[in-house]
């Protein structure tokens, strides 16, 4: 299993969650999450703000990381990547920053989670085919310190990651 000490050096610090984001910080955030083109003017404009709160505010959520970056918003199968898939890791904790490492470096890795339970590593990947589905999986299974893993593909997306629902509460 993951010791989660050890990561501690990768885990983002000191984001801004949510209880820490006041009426006006979810106004600009849900406004965002309608259009997130808006550029800061008009979207000072319709909040009733002024730009320079609207701008110092969406920087210090930018720095602090509690924004995603604006990459995270293009659909890999728009740049030609339409499988997805979840790769389960099994790992030789003595190599854990190794792996880590080592996955960063493959483009087709989207995210990368180190659960509880049985499975030291949980990553999200996308390819172009089946077979191209294989040979991430096997560039993944021979990363540094990768003892095991075990891929199941995703035949749909039923629910699409969001949090609109979040910046109501």
Do not use: W
């Not at 000191?14 to 083109?37: F, S």
């Not at 659960?115 to 993944?140: F, H, M, N, W």
């Amino acid at each position: 299993m993951v010791n989660l000490t050890k990561l501690g050096t990768i885990h983002r610090q000191g984001v801004i969650r949510l209880q820490q984001l006041d009426a006006t910080d979810r106004r600009i955030l849900a406004a965002l999450d309608d259009d997130p083109r808006l550029p800061i003017m008009v979207l000072a404009q319709r909040l009733g703000l002024a730009r320079g709160t609207v701008q110092s505010r969406l920087e210090r959520m930018t720095a602090s990381g509690a924004l995603r970056p604006n990459s995270s918003r293009v659909l890999p199968a728009a740049l030609g990547r339409g499988v997805a898939a979840a790769v389960s890791a099994e790992l030789d904790q003595s190599h854990l920053n190794e792996a880590i490492a080592a996955l960063r470096k493959i483009p087709e890795v989207l995210e990368c989670h180190a659960p509880a339970g049985d499975t030291d590593l949980l990553i999200r990947v996308v390819a172009t085919s089946p077979d191209d589905l294989y040979r991430v999986s096997e560039e993944i299974r021979l990363c540094p310190g990768i003892v095991r893993t075990s891929t199941s593909m995703f035949l749909r997306e039923v629910i699409p990651y969001r949090t609109t629902g979040l910046l109501s509460g």
